[in-house]
């Protein structure tokens, strides 16, 4: 099991925010058991459950792995029609929710799933002939690649790989018992699974809100319930920088963590004072969904000194530069960044038939991502091999927004940390404008970091080929 | 006949900043939106909400209001308090 129920039965595990209702390890561990009991199936099945940061949702959650079957976890907020493609592909035996998904609900009835009483704290959906499609033993969690667009697109993890991170961090994060972590991210997204995750495999505290930092609500909870730890995304750090965090009286957080994205040196640098002035600790990370969440964390003690760098890989873990298929681990050369360890996903999944398959990596993961290692074994990433963008921390993959806009003309699409631009051989400035918002909707960024752009002519290679190269010239 | 005077109400005037940064089609009723309570308004687009608001009633937010902006009529009393008289 995940959470260490070695713990001492009374310490907390869970804290609801909603009601300051508390969780023990006891109390959790008997509740997993019970609904993992009423999740048995013969077979190993599907569960879809689709998450808040709540204690239902975690106990489904725990209780489906528990119960030894494979769990996809998805925003309770899931639009509907994405919800109805992810149920025809993946035809899961069960769906689970802690409370009435508003549109999901009748996208869940209109693919014939029945209510099922379940008394595990949520609502619970079964199909008596859903299903088919084995499942492979180890598989454990089906996690999204993406966020926002309602991608198909699954990561596959083992239960042994999600352990082991959530242990591996646990670790270089030197998390105690007595730590309480507040939910600042959604549990569906691999770096909100993680922090639950690794407090609870080491006995410490999770206060679960669904609030976010910009909610006086969610600080009333970080100081009532006298939070340690928070973690968030470069976006975070800058709202927080808005609402004038450091002035915030927060004597009991000590630790910050920073990881989907790359977070400028110089806020870097002012959050890592801000925290080491109130004798706490401020962590930048590196990750990918695709090694469950954490690949690099950087000491905090090694800043200011190793500013810009990514971290150094998490226990059990090994981080190398490939230049033309050949790994190093030598300081300076710069290359694709590959990352081994027993965290890296079995593959990727876009339906059922894909969860019969076994690990395909081996344990060994090209990031996609560019950079080099300094002496010390500190990563340092300058760029990325995919064409994939992360507009204030959302994963956008940039061929995908090409894809969903090809219909209407040639479009190239070229992205930054700050926004995306598609270039399009075609509209005037009410189509296109008509197209930005509609693309807005679709990917759920704010239209405001989404340009579209009217050219003649894309700039094309000899080859025929989209001169990216060029268009990036014209983005930065 | 509409005068220029009465489209510019301070209310319509917030309508029209709620519109434009939450990227909503035009004549979308706002009065009743809550943070988070449509895809549209999230975290992202909060404090492009907090800039239009400010910059159309030329007033600063400090801590206090962003944080309390959590509804559209909340809006309505935090713009109260920077001295913003909205009539009716």
């Known amino acids: 099991m995940i959470p260490d129920l070695a713990t001492e039965p009374d310490s907390p595990a869970l804290v609801d925010s909603a009601g300051g209702e508390v969780w023990s390890y006891g109390r959790l561990g008997a509740a997993i058991r019970v609904a993992a ?18 204690p239902a949702t975690v106990i489904a959650y725990l209780a489906a792995v528990e119960a030894g079957h494979s769990v996809m976890l998805l925003d309770s907020a899931v639009r509907e029609d994405v919800l109805t493609d992810l149920l025809a592909r993946y035809s899961p035996e069960l769906v689970l929710a802690s409370a009435d998904p508003k549109a999901g609900a009748s996208a869940i009835a209109d ?7 379940l008394r595990t704290g949520g609502i619970g959906w079964a199909r008596s002939e859903a299903g088919g499609g084995t499942l492979h033993p180890d598989l454990g969690v089906l996690l999204p690649t993406s966020g926002t667009t309602g991608s198909p697109k699954f990561v596959r ?17 030197a998390i105690v018992a007595s730590d309480r972590a507040v939910s600042s991210l959604p549990l569906h997204y691999s770096y909100g699974l993680s922090v ?8 410490a505290c999770v206060v679960l809100t669904d609030r976010g930092p910009l909610e006086q609500p969610f600080w009333d909870v970080v100081r009532g319930h006298r939070c340690t730890s928070f973690a968030g995304v470069p976006y975070s750090y800058q709202l927080l920088e808005r609402i004038g965090f450091d002035r915030f009286d927060l004597p009991d957080l000590r630790t910050m963590t920073q990881a989907g994205g790359k977070l400028d040196d110089t806020r870097v640098e002012r959050f890592h004072r801000l925290m080491a002035s109130r004798g706490g600790r401020f962590f930048v990370m590196y990750g990918q969904t695709e090694a469950t969440a954490r690949i690099a964390i950087l000491p905090a003690d090694f800043l ?11 226990p059990g873990g090994r981080l190398e530069i490939e230049v033309q298929g050949v790994a190093t681990d030598r300081a300076a050369v710069t290359g694709e960044i590959v990352y081994t360890g027993p965290n890296v996903m079995m593959g990727y999944a876009t339906g059922r038939a894909d969860l019969a398959r076994g690990d395909e990596l081996g344990g060994r993961l090209h990031t996609g991502d560019l950079g080099y290692l300094d002496e010390d074994g500190c990563l340092y990433i300058s760029g990325r091999t995919k064409r994939i963008s992360k507009v204030s921390g959302y994963r956008v993959d940039l061929d995908e927004v090409e894809a969903r806009l090809a219909p209407n003309g040639p479009t190239a699409v070229v992205g930054t940390d700050e ?12 189509s296109l404008g008509r197209l930005r918002i509609e693309l807005s909707r679709a990917l759920s960024l704010h239209y405001q970091v989404i340009q579209l752009r009217r050219v003649d002519a894309l700039p094309r290679m000899p080859s025929g080929k989209v001169n990216y190269a060029a268009l990036e010239a014209l983005v930065r | 006949m509409v005068t220029t005077q009465e489209v510019n109400l301070p209310l319509d005037r917030l309508r029209e900043a709620f ?9 979308y009723d706002v009065t009743g939106l809550e943070y988070r309570s449509i895809v549209e308004w999230d975290s992202l687009a909060h404090l492009t909400l907090v800039t239009t608001i400010e910059m159309t009633f030329d007033v600063m937010f400090d801590t206090t209001d962003v944080l309390g902006l959590s509804s559209f009529s909340a809006c309505v009393e935090i ?8 009539d009716g």
């Open chain 1, 419 to 430: 926004t995306i631009v598609a270039f399009c051989e075609y509209g005037d400035e009410d």
């Open chain 1, 111 to 117: 693919c014939g799933y029945r209510t099922q009483e």
């Open chain 1, 304 to 314: 200011p000194r190793k500013l810009g760098s990514a971290g150094r890989a998490i």
């Open chain 2, 79 to 86: 713009l109260k308090r920077h001295g913003v008289t909205f």
């Open chain 1, 157 to 173: 993890l083992a239960t042994s790989a999600v352990s082991s991170n959530a242990r591996s961090i646990a670790t270089a994060l």
């Open chain 2, 19 to 27: 519109v434009t940064a939450l990227g909503l089609p035009e004549g």
């Open chain 1, 37 to 54: 009991d009423l999740l048995g199936r013969p077979r190993k099945s599907l569960v879809f459950c689709l998450c808040r940061n709540d």
């Open chain 1, 196 to 203: 639950l995750n690794s407090h609870l495999a080491i006995g």
